[in-house]
C-alpha cells in the first residue's frame, strides 16, 4: 500500500505530527483564546508535514473537530481516539482522515490484529502505539504501519508527566520490525529532546501538548532545527 502519511512524514524537512487538541488529560485547556483555524494555519507555516486530531472526548475533542480541521489543510490527518470496530475506521475515512491511531495497551492482541489488517483494507495507515516490548512483537504487517513508542501511560489515563526512556529503550525493537517510520509520541516538550530523538534513530516525532503551551509554535520549530543542525555537526565532526 501506498501510505500519503507516511510518504508526507519521511519526505518532509520537519519530521513532526503536530497535534491539535483542545486540553490536557486534566482538563488544562491548550487553545486559549486560539481558534481551530489559526492553529493550522501556524503549523501550516512552519511546515508541519501531517497533523493529528484528537477527537476523543477525554481531551475534550469532537468528531466536528476532524471535520472542520480536513476542511482547512490538504496535509494528511491522523485522526486520534479510541479505535475499537471498523465503523469509526469507515467514518474517519470518509471525514477525510489518512491515518488512525490504535493503541496495542487497550485492545486484546486478537482485536489488535484484526483492526490493523481492517484500517489497512479501507486504505488508511496504521498508527500503532506502543509502550513495551510485548506490545511490538504483537505489530502486524509493520512494513504498512507507523510504529510509534507511546512515552505516556493510557492506564493512568495520560496524567503523568511521561517518561522518554520509553522511546529509547523501545527504538531498537520497533526499528526491527521494519516499520518505514518508527516515531516517539507524547511527553516531547523540549526541542532539544526532540532533536536527539530523531538523531537517535526515530523518523518522527508526534507533538500537541508542547507545541500547544510553547510560547510560539515558530520559536519552538526554530529551536528544534537549531539543535538538530548542532548534533548533525557533531556526528560529523
Given amino acids: 500500500m501506498s501510505s500519503r502519511f507516511i510518504k508526507?512524514?519521511?519526505?518532509?524537512?520537519?519530521?513532526i505530527i503536530m497535534e491539535v487538541?483542545?486540553?490536557d488529560a486534566d482538563g488544562g485547556q491548550l487553545m486559549g483564546e486560539r481558534t481551530v483555524a489559526e492553529i493550522v494555519a501556524a503549523y501550516t507555516e512552519v511546515g508541519a508535514p501531517c497533523i493529528s486530531v484528537v477527537t476523543g472526548k477525554w481531551f475534550g475533542g469532537?468528531?466536528?473537530m476532524?471535520?472542520?480541521v480536513a476542511g482547512l489543510t490538504d496535509k494528511p490527518i491522523l485522526q486520534k481516539d479510541f479505535i475499537t470496530r471498523e465503523r469509526q475506521i469507515v467514518k474517519a475515512k470518509d471525514t477525510g482522515a489518512s491515518a488512525v491511531l490504535l493503541t496495542a495497551r487497550i485492545l486484546p492482541k486478537s482485536t489488535f490484529q484484526n483492526l490493523i489488517e481492517t484500517t489497512l483494507a479501507h486504505g488508511l495507515t496504521p498508527f500503532v502505539e506502543v509502550a513495551e516490548p510485548e506490545e511490538v512483537e504483537s505489530v502486524?504487517?509493520?512494513?504498512e504501519c507507523i510504529v510509534a513508542a507511546n512515552n505516556k501511560d493510557i492506564r493512568t489515563q495520560e496524567r503523568e508527566a511521561?517518561?522518554?526512556?520509553v522511546s529509547r529503550s523501545l527504538l531498537q525493537a520497533i526499528i526491527a520490525t521494519g516499520t518505514p517510520c518508527p516515531v516517539s509520541a507524547s511527553a516531547i516538550t523540549d526541542p532539544k529532546i526532540g532533536a536527539e530523538l530523531i538523531a537517535a534513530g526515530f523518523k518522527g516525532l508526534l507533538i500537541?501538548?508542547?507545541?500547544?503551551?510553547a510560547d510560539s509554535v515558530h520559536g519552538w520549530v526554530e529551536e528544534f532545527e537549531r539543535h538538530r543542525a548542532a548534533l548533525g555537526q557533531a556526528s560529523v565532526s
Fill in 66 to 68: 476532524l471535520d472542520e
Fill in 8 to 15: 508526507s512524514l519521511l519526505g518532509s524537512r520537519l519530521p
Fill in 162 to 165: 511521561g517518561d522518554l526512556d
Fill in 140 to 143: 502486524i504487517r509493520p512494513e
Fill in 208 to 213: 500537541g501538548t508542547g507545541l500547544l503551551a
Fill in 62 to 64: 469532537t468528531q466536528d
Fill in 21 to 23: 487538541k483542545r486540553q
